[in-house]
């Protein structure tokens, strides 16, 4: 909603937004744009607004809808409204259930670079432009969001189950992606190993992308190093150009080469993308690196298996010296119930792992049916559990970098561990 907000500013609208008063990351944005942040209160519904509600938003839990529904007032969701503003685009989404936020970034900067784009990225960043030709979306399957969204062409990272509150099982998030990529007007583009990208059908010409020569879109001589990879990409076998990627693990090579072929889809200069891929300095949450004394702080989004496998990747990738020690807050207890044991395997990968209390969502009841003690008691390499006034535990690692994981308030934790680390250290960076 946030970079809704700061795309239509930018486009000219006059646009104001009820909010939590607890601070948020994606608030400075909105700050610096001079959009006015309010408390929830009906006095902020008249009629001479159009009004767009945040999907989590129902009459029982916010004041605004509630009142909305009672006195007739005419509003649409986050996702319908985005389904109209892309018609007048040519409009690029990125799906996935996994992957989206970080490849949305990349696919935006290089675009925005090479030509006038406008953008949607999940960390709370919006550009809008009224000239723009291009529009480059996160496009999200919960609750099968992404069904009012018809684009030219959309990235899609991988299929995974995910959100239990709301998918019955893999089955029925496959049937969601599939519904999705039939409305895809130009090209769908797809991770070639995905068993279930692999079943996909569209009426669209379908692109699979990968390291296997079977794939349409081909990374090879791939080279990881602590300051990022690169690597040679071709189509078929054409070679389209070398390209580096100032970013970690083997998701994020992935990630480059479906914005290689999306753009050269879409014929802008391979020169080009591959110069401004080379500066991308990554988005909000993900990946995001701190020093304080000698220690290296990560903050990132991840808060599903497969995220944190990747995460753990990553940071050893830059830091393969170092102990990494993880630090996960676990999001929502449908997500914790449904899967516990590939939590326990990938945070697994770690050297060693401390644990937060779950963060539940808005959407959910605590039924008391799982703790975070379940999933330390599962996992094999030291784990501890700890409370945001007592971080202390964390101390006891030398030369370490120290990964916080997690969707919900994962990051009280990392300042408690900052503001510890500063009173111990004179060199704060």
């Known amino acids: 909603m946030s970079a809704l907000a700061l795309m239509l500013h930018q486009m000219g609208h006059q646009v104001q937004g009820s909010d939590s008063t607890e601070y948020y990351f994606t608030q400075r944005g909105l700050e610096l744009a001079g959009i006015p942040l309010l408390p929830f209160d009906p006095k902020n519904i008249t009629p001479d607004v159009e009004l767009i509600a945040g999907n989590a938003f129902r009459e029982d839990n916010n004041v605004e809808v509630a009142y909305a529904d009672k006195n007739g007032y005419h509003y649409v969701r986050y996702h319908e409204f985005l389904g109209q503003l892309m018609t007048r685009f040519t409009a690029i989404g990125v799906a996935g259930a996994h992957g989206k936020t970080s490849t949305t970034g990349l696919l935006a900067h290089v675009m925005r670079h090479v030509t006038d784009t406008s953008y949607l990225i999940g960390d709370g960043t919006g550009r809008g432009s009224a000239d723009s030709k291009f529009f480059v979306f996160e496009s999200d399957e919960y609750e099968r969001h992404f069904l009012p969204y018809h684009p030219e062409y959309t990235i899609i990272t991988n299929i995974d189950f995910d959100h239990p509150d709301y998918f019955t099982g893999i089955d029925d998030v496959f049937d969601a992606f599939q519904t999705y990529a039939n409305q895809v007007t130009k090209?769908?583009?797809?991770?070639?190993?995905?068993?279930?990208?692999?079943?996909?059908?569209?009426?669209?010409?379908?692109?699979?992308?990968?390291?296997?020569?079977?794939?349409?879109?081909?990374?090879?001589?791939?080279?990881?190093?602590?300051?990022?990879?690169?690597?040679?990409?071709?189509?078929?076998?054409q070679k389209i150009g070398d390209f580096v990627v100032p970013t970690y693990g083997k998701h994020n090579v992935l990630n480059a080469l479906a914005v290689v072929a999306v753009t050269h889809q879409g014929g802008l200069e391979s020169q080009e993308v591959a110069k401004y891929m080379a500066t991308f300095g990554g988005v909000k949450r993900r990946f995001?690196?701190?020093?304080?004394?000698?220690?290296?702080?990560?903050?990132?989004?991840?808060?599903?298996?497969?995220?944190?496998?990747?995460?753990?990747?990553?940071?050893?990738?830059?830091?393969?010296?170092?102990?990494?020690?993880?630090?996960?807050?676990?999001?929502?207890?449908?997500?914790?119930?449904?899967?516990?044991?590939?939590?326990?395997?990938?945070?697994?990968?770690?050297?060693?792992?401390?644990?937060?209390?779950i963060y539940g969502s808005a959407r959910e009841v605590d039924h008391g049916d799982v703790k975070v003690e379940d999933l330390a008691a599962k996992i094999n390499k030291p784990a501890k559990v700890i409370s945001v006034d007592n971080v202390s535990p964390l101390l006891d690692h030398d030369n370490a970098v120290y990964v916080f994981m997690g969707a919900g308030d994962i990051q009280k934790y990392e300042y408690a561990f900052e503001t510890l680390l500063a009173q111990l250290t004179n060199n704060v960076q």
């Open 187 to 237: 090209g769908v583009f797809v991770y070639g190993e995905d068993k279930y990208l692999q079943r996909l059908t569209a009426a669209a010409p379908i692109y699979r992308y990968g390291f296997s020569d079977v794939d349409d879109y081909i990374a090879k001589d791939v080279t990881r190093t602590t300051t990022g990879s690169k690597f040679t990409a071709y189509f078929h076998d």
């Open 288 to 357: 995001t690196e701190k020093l304080i004394g000698d220690q290296v702080i990560i903050d990132d989004f991840a808060h599903h298996p497969t995220e944190i496998e990747a995460t753990v990747d990553a940071a050893r990738q830059k830091y393969p010296d170092k102990e990494i020690v993880a630090v996960f807050q676990p999001h929502t207890f449908t997500r914790t119930i449904a899967l516990i044991d590939e939590f326990a395997t990938s945070l697994n990968q770690a050297d060693a792992v401390y644990l937060a209390q």
